[in-house]
């Protein structure tokens, strides 16, 4: 497996976007289904953007200033992600608003990762080259590790207050 971190955020991308099908497809009648669905993307979602705002940010914007202004777009799209991760967290699967706030969930992220992969990646590719790109690669795994897997242990929800004072 390759330790590129743009392949890496892409491999997480790949299985998320996954989840985001499984769940639109589950069925109107579905909740437990969809819940065990939302719960698992929630955890993905919680890891991906930590790894990304400890690591990948941090990194690309401290060796490639010119793209500050994208970084600043994805934190706050990671922010907006984080505060409807948490209302859904924290929801009933049968709740009336459970399914229209995993569909607005899904249409951000969805659109995040598009700007990502599309206008974000080939830029810090063609900004870094490989051998940086392996190095920020290691930390992430390294990061994924001990990254939170639910929004309510202390350096997710550490995050998402950052995300909300700030």
């Given at each position: ?148 897997r639910e929004p309510s242990q202390p350096s997710a929800l550490k995050k998402t207050i950052d995300a909300v004072i700030s």
């Amino acid at each position: 497996m390759s330790n590129d971190a743009i392949v890496l955020l892409k491999e997480d991308h790949k299985e998320i976007r996954k989840l985001f099908t499984d769940f639109e497809n589950a069925g109107e009648d579905a909740s437990k289904t969809k819940a065990k669905i939302v719960h698992r993307i929630i955890e993905l979602l919680t890891v991906h953007t930590y790894i990304e705002n400890e690591v990948m940010y941090p990194r690309v914007r401290a060796l490639l200033p010119d793209l500050e202004d994208d970084i600043l777009e994805s934190y706050e799209e990671h922010h907006v992600a984080d505060v409807l991760v948490m209302e859904l967290y924290g929801m009933e699967p049968d709740a009336e608003r459970f399914d229209a706030k995993a569909t607005v969930l899904i249409e951000n992220v969805r659109h995040h990762i598009e700007e990502e992969e599309d206008e974000w990646f080939p830029k810090v590719r063609a900004g870094l080259g490989r051998k940086a790109l392996q190095e920020i690669g290691e930390e992430l795994l390294v990061a994924k590790k001990t990254a939170p897997r639910e929004p309510s242990q202390p350096s997710a929800l550490k995050k998402t207050i950052d995300a909300v004072i700030s």
